[in-house]
T-cell receptor, first 112, second 115 residues
Framework: GEDVEQSLFLSVREGDSSVINCTYT??????LYWYKQEPGAGLQLLTY?????DMKQDQRLTVLLNKKDKHLSLRIADTQTGDSAIYFC????????????FGSGTRLQVQP | ETGVTQSPTHLIKTRGQQVTLRCSSQ?????VSWYQQALGQGPQFIFQ???????GRGNFPPRFSGLQFPNYSSELNVNALELDDSALYLC??????????????FGPGTRLLVL
């Protein structure tokens, strides 16, 4: 089945690192994505990782993929108050239908 | 490069009415996907259009229908609105080819309230 799970809430202090975790169940997923959603807004693509990669770094963002455990994480270095938002993990399962399956989102709160 | 745009931004309807939401895809993209995001939840896939044909559908009833036009813009139509249809409707565009080009880019959404 298709199911993506995330913890609901994370609170960090400004300047610390944030780690948002995600587990997925479809081992055939070829792409995994992280999106950010600010209040009242659409989804902003942050980064994605191809399933044959273990890690991808993009400025303050680091994505780690453990395909054996079906675990994906997003690390934000030097977290800023502007990073406060909901973060969604998403996959495109290899079902022939090129649709994103999203987790329920992790609300990141950054305290000054 | 023009991003994904959606109209209207907000809409209020009553039960039983019909609504049409519109989306213009990002320049160069030929695929449009629609998602429904209820409050406090992740987006749920409604359907996808590629080259003016439906290219996959989620678990939504037939009263949710769509169109894609030759310029790749798209409409989402919902008939016989129900209270549970109140949500943020998101449109995403992509190119169906290759790893990077399959990435879906989202518009700002249309917030629909059904009373």
């Amino acid at each position: 089945g298709e199911d993506v799970e995330q913890s609901l809430f994370l609170s960090v202090r400004e300047g610390d690192s944030s780690v948002i975790n995600c587990t997925y169940t479809d081992s055939s997923s070829t792409y995994l994505y992280w999106y950010k959603q600010e209040p009242g807004a659409g989804l902003q693509l942050l980064t994605y990782i191809f399933s044959n990669m273990d890690m991808k770094q993009d400025q303050r963002l680091t994505v780690l993929l453990n395909k054996k455990d079906k675990h994906l994480s997003l690390r934000i270095a030097d977290t800023q108050t502007g990073d406060s938002a909901i973060y969604f993990c998403a996959e495109i399962p290899d079902t022939g239908r090129r649709a994103l399956t999203f987790g329920s989102g992790t609300r990141l709160q950054v305290q000054p | 490069e023009t991003g994904v745009t959606q109209s209207p931004t907000h809409l209020i309807k009553t039960r039983g009415q019909q609504v049409t939401l519109r989306c213009s895809s990002q320049s160069g993209h030929n695929t449009v996907s629609w998602y429904q995001q209820a409050l406090g939840q992740g987006p749920q896939f409604i359907f996808q259009y590629y080259r003016e044909e439906e290219n996959g559908r989620g678990n939504f009833p037939p009263r949710f229908s769509g169109l894609q036009f030759p310029n790749y813009s798209s409409e989402l139509n919902v008939n016989a609105l129900e209270l549970d249809d109140s949500a943020l409707y998101l449109c995403a565009s992509s190119l169906v080819a290759g790893a990077d080009q399959e990435t879906q880019y989202f518009g700002p959404g249309t917030r629909l309230l059904v009373l």
